[in-house]
């Protein structure tokens, strides 16, 4: 079985410090909080980075300055969000492919957000797609729905993205997939063969599903920007504590862990 990639998803864009007092803002926060899960085990951190008022932001300079000093304290892969928050619009959620990161995400369709709506229109994904493509950039699928692995193939089928892909399936959001055993289930075998992908449970769904991944031969995401909690009623004392537990997991059932250069080449992730 391939070694255990670990993702952090540091900040996420609708998390508040009312919620979670110890989520990292700031640039300088969010380096740290990257360095601090790299120690712990992650060799991928997942970024939405955040204005001088802690509001959810796509600015490159933002971006560019977060990327910056993760790279000064270690060899993590940077992943920035190309999601954004809802409200964000597509050229704005682009803006971090500009700095030719490593990978991005590339939500894969459109799907209801809690109250809101998160719209992937076809022209957003071949947009996002190819200009990933042309700057060597290797998306990661996030797949809030079944349906959206159908739109991911497409890409593939239209010159857009080359196989194998890797996904990301996004479950237990409010308005999307649920969190059951079964639909990971559902969408681990619906992948193409030779997909590597990663399951990032939301809130209480986050802990069994990661364990499910581990079995599986999948990957793993945890981080504020999915759950805020250790347990139940318990906020967890930082990004680096959720990775930590998955480590000792992933331990007691015989997996190892993927340091980022072996994630670069499960993933095959050309360094530019």
């Given at each position: 079985m391939e070694k255990l990639?670990?993702?952090?998803?540091?900040?996420?864009?609708?998390?508040?410090?009312?919620?979670?007092?110890?989520?990292?803002?700031?640039?300088?926060?969010?380096?740290?909080?990257?360095?601090?899960?790299?120690?712990?085990?992650?060799?991928?951190?997942?970024?939405?980075?955040?204005?001088?008022?802690?509001?959810?932001?796509?600015?490159?300079?933002?971006?560019?300055?977060?990327?910056?000093?993760?790279?000064?304290?270690?060899?993590?892969?940077?992943?920035?969000?190309?999601?954004?928050?809802?409200?964000?619009?597509?050229?704005?959620?682009?803006?971090?492919?500009?700095?030719?990161?490593?990978?991005?995400?590339?939500?894969?369709?459109?799907?209801?957000?809690?109250?809101?709506?998160?719209?992937?229109?076809?022209?957003?994904?071949?947009?996002?797609?190819?200009?990933?493509?042309?700057?060597?950039?290797?998306?990661?699928?996030?797949?809030?729905?079944r349906g959206m692995i159908e739109n991911a193939k497409k890409l593939v089928k239209k010159g857009l993205a080359e196989a194998p892909l890797h996904f990301d399936f996004v479950l237990g959001v409010p308005g999307a997939c649920p969190a059951t055993p079964e639909d990971l289930l559902h969408m681990v075998n619906a992948v193409p063969e030779a997909s590597t992908w990663t399951v990032a449970g939301i809130g209480r769904h986050e802990l069994p599903l990661a364990t499910m991944a581990i079995l599986l031969g999948g990957h793993v995401r945890v981080g504020f920007e999915d759950n805020v909690y250790y347990s139940k009623g318990q906020l967890a004392k930082s990004n680096a504590e959720l990775v930590e537990r998955i480590v000792r997991i992933a331990k007691e059932l015989d997996r190892e862990i993927a340091t980022p250069d072996e994630t670069r080449k499960i993933l095959d992730i050309v360094r530019g």
């Open positions: 990639i670990i993702t952090a998803a540091l900040t996420g864009a609708e998390v508040t410090r009312e919620t979670q007092p110890n989520l990292p803002i700031t640039p300088d926060e969010i380096a740290e909080a990257a360095y601090q899960c790299y120690l712990a085990g992650a060799s991928i951190v997942h970024i939405h980075a955040r204005d001088q008022e802690g509001n959810p932001t796509q600015s490159y300079e933002v971006y560019k300055e977060i990327k910056e000093k993760i790279e000064a304290k270690c060899n993590i892969i940077f992943q920035p969000s190309t999601g954004g928050a809802v409200w964000h619009g597509p050229e704005e959620r682009l803006q971090p492919v500009e700095l030719k990161p490593e990978m991005a995400t590339l939500s894969c369709g459109t799907c209801n957000f809690g109250s809101d709506v998160f719209m992937n229109s076809e022209e957003y994904m071949e947009k996002f797609a190819s200009r990933m493509k042309e700057l060597g950039v290797k998306p990661e699928m996030e797949i809030f729905e």
